[in-house]
């Protein structure tokens, strides 16, 4: 049973990777090796919002499209920890990795708002059972243990 999380990157993956390419000039190979960096972004990012209790933060992103979604907060936050993610671990010059998390964290946020709830505004309730934040933070918390626990982690996994 696939995390809600992977089951949304899969489902619009496609489209964020296009979307990266014909409109920041990075290769098919880069914007592949940008969507997971993009999804961990997003899982922690999110995370942080469930754990401060910030969901109306989330359903006001999610429900931000065009201008409002470029001046929404948290999709700064996002944008600028996906910029330094994608800084660190490709190496891209600083204003492609700007462009590249502009553009792919629109389209991410674009197609998720989608994905949720079709041409709706997404509610709280599509925020949970769809993305199972529950079990996102317990996924999370997981995650955390492994890491900390390197082999032995494997246990719980």
């Keep these: 049973n696939q995390p809600m999380l992977d089951q949304l990157f899969n489902s619009i993956g496609g489209d964020v990777i296009s979307s990266m390419t014909e ?5 098919l190979e880069q914007a592949k090796a940008v969507l997971p960096i993009a999804k961990d972004t997003v899982q922690t990012g999110l995370t942080d919002e469930v754990k401060a209790g910030n969901i109306s933060g989330i359903l006001g992103m999610l429900n931000s499209s065009g201008a ?18 994608i800084l660190s671990k490709l190496g891209l010059p600083e204003s492609v990795a700007s462009l590249v998390a502009g553009t792919g964290m629109t389209s991410i946020v674009e197609n998720a708002s989608q994905f949720l709830s079709g041409d709706a505004d997404v509610k709280q309730s599509d925020l949970t059972s769809k993305l199972d934040m ?8 997981k995650g955390m243990l492994k890491d900390k626990l390197g082999g032995i982690g494997k246990m719980f996994g």
């Design 23 to 27: 409109k920041t000039g990075i290769n």
């Design 134 to 141: 529950g079990g996102m933070v317990g996924d999370m918390a």
């Design 68 to 85: 409002g979604l470029q001046q929404n907060s948290l999709f700064g936050n996002l944008k600028g920890m996906l910029m330094q993610n």
